[in-house]
């Protein structure tokens, strides 16, 4: 009987895990809770509240699921994978203590501090510090970062260019903009440099890398507009590779995980290890306790991997490296397309059609915002679908997923036109 997994979430990322897990030399029968139309020609979808801890705990149980998937960060940092191991349901994703690395930046600021992780150098005040946060604002050299310290789905970040600005930023964070996750706050130096992501799968003691991703988190061509969860990304970076690889591994990720080991809190899961690169050098400017997404929809469609396997051993802490023979084959562009005003306001309720002319061009579409009602699908949320192409070369990926998309219609369906533009082999 096939191994029974169920993957957590409900994005573009969850379906691309689903999608890989769906395509493993022995394929898992998958569950999905709640997934989204795209995944449910994969997988069946499970009828339980997210949040309800217990009751997914129960199905797993009774329903003999070998493995979870967890693909958001909420639940993570909210107990769900101490919740399953406790009922002994093997899971990929940390422990509550674990998540801290991306649910509290004053937490993972710490914890890269004490262990000598390059990182930006910062500052962490409490709303009880609110003078003491002004002073220091006042005299930090402009341009100034100030972030929320919990979690804040990726928008919780100002880059402030003046005095006022970084004021403002500050004023709204400690007046609740981003709820209790803003009452925290880091400010940190304004790095200039390339973004990069890092992934690595971890089973407690040993990891290994996926192909490193360049995600493109800004609402707008050309990096403008506001931080939003990810517009697109593509992967391999022809740069990140070599030498610069193995100072990301010595200098961060064999520090990070010894040093969560040694603090009786071993991370399970895929560390994601958000670096700005100044010249050649990596710091890093968050943790993610969990895939990336877009960057899931690039780096697990490439590669060339058992992913039953891969994360079935790390949930169990016994990584099989083996069963990821090659980081990537491809190159793999994706670009999304979301709801005309994210990730502020935007309306949702709109027919999608033109998948399947789409899907013509040879390419994937991962679905995240999207809702199937009346024999058709409908935008519902503000990234709504992701536009991914597999191709030998950079230029071909990208020239495939935009002429694809081109397909696809939708009221208010807005993207960005420069993913992978202009990358140098
Ligand atoms: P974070 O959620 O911390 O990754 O921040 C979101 C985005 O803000 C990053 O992807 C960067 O583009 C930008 N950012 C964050 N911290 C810094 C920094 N110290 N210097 C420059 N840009 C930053
Ligand atoms: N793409 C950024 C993230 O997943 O946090």
């Known amino acids: 009987m096939a191994t029974r997994v169920l993957v957590l979430g409900s994005g573009g990322r969850e379906h691309a895990l689903t999608w890989a897990l769906a395509h493993c030399p022995e394929p ?15 997988a069946q979808p499970v009828d339980i509240p997210i949040h309800e801890q217990r009751e997914i705990a129960r199905f797993c149980v009774l329903e003999r699921i070998r493995l979870v998937v967890v693909g958001p960060e909420q639940p993570l940092s909210e107990g769900i994978a101490d919740v399953l191991r406790d009922a ?7 422990s509550r203590a674990a998540a801290q690395l991306e649910a509290s930046k004053a937490f993972a600021k710490e914890f890269m501090t004490r262990h000598g992780i390059p990182t930006a150098r910062s500052r962490v005040f409490t709303a009880e510090e609110w003078r003491e946060a ?6 930090h050299p402009l341009p ?3 972030k929320a310290s919990g979690l804040a789905a990726g928008k919780g970040v100002t880059i402030a260019w003046t005095r006022e600005e970084a004021l403002q930023a500050l004023t709204a964070l400690f007046e609740g903009a ?4 803003g009452k925290v706050v880091v400010v940190e130096e304004y ?3 390339e973004e990069l992501s890092v992934l690595a799968l971890c089973d407690g003691n040993q990891y290994v890398l996926l192909a490193p991703a360049r995600d493109y988190k800004r609402a707008l061509d050309g990096d403008r507009g506001k931080n939003t969860g990810g517009m697109g990304a593509y992967a391999p970076v022809p740069w990140a590779r070599g030498a610069f690889l193995e100072r990301v591994e010595q200098r961060i990720l064999r520090p990070t995980l010894a040093g969560m080991r040694a603090a009786g809190t071993p991370f399970v899961g895929c560390l994601y290890v958000g670096l700005m690169v100044v010249q050649g050098e990596p710091y890093v400017l968050e943790f993610n306790v969990r895939f990336g997404d877009p960057e899931a929809q690039v780096v697990l469609p490439i590669a060339d991997a058992d992913w039953l396997t ?11 490296r083996s069963a990821l023979r090659h980081r990537a084959r491809q190159v793999a562009c994706c670009v999304v397309l979301a709801s005309e005003g994210y990730p502020e ?16 061009h040879g390419v994937l579409i991962f679905h995240a915002g999207t809702r199937w009602e009346q024999g058709a699908l409908w935008t519902a949320g503000g990234r709504v679908l992701n536009v991914v192409s597999l191709a030998p070369t950079l230029e071909e990926a990208r020239r495939r997923c935009y002429a694809a998309l081109e397909c696809i219609q939708f009221e208010g369906k807005t993207y960005r036109r420069d993913i992978a533009a202009g990358v140098e082999p």
Do not use: D, H, K, S
């Not at 981003?178 to 996750?181: K, L, P, V």
């Not at 891969?310 to 099989?320: K, V, W």
């Open 144 to 146: 100034v970062v100030l």
């Open 191 to 193: 790095l200039a440099g």
């Open 28 to 42: 898992p029968q998958l569950f999905v809770l709640p997934g989204n139309p795209g995944m449910w020609e994969l």
């Open 134 to 139: 002004v002073r220091y604002l006042e005299e």
């Open 88 to 94: 002994g349901v093997p899971v990929f994703g940390p």
């Open 345 to 360: 306001q935007y309306r949702t309720g709109f027919r999608i059609t033109g998948l399947e002319a789409a899907q013509q």
């Open 310 to 320: 891969l994360l079935g051993t790390a949930a169990q802490g016994r990584l099989a």
């Open 178 to 181: 981003f709820g209790e996750a």
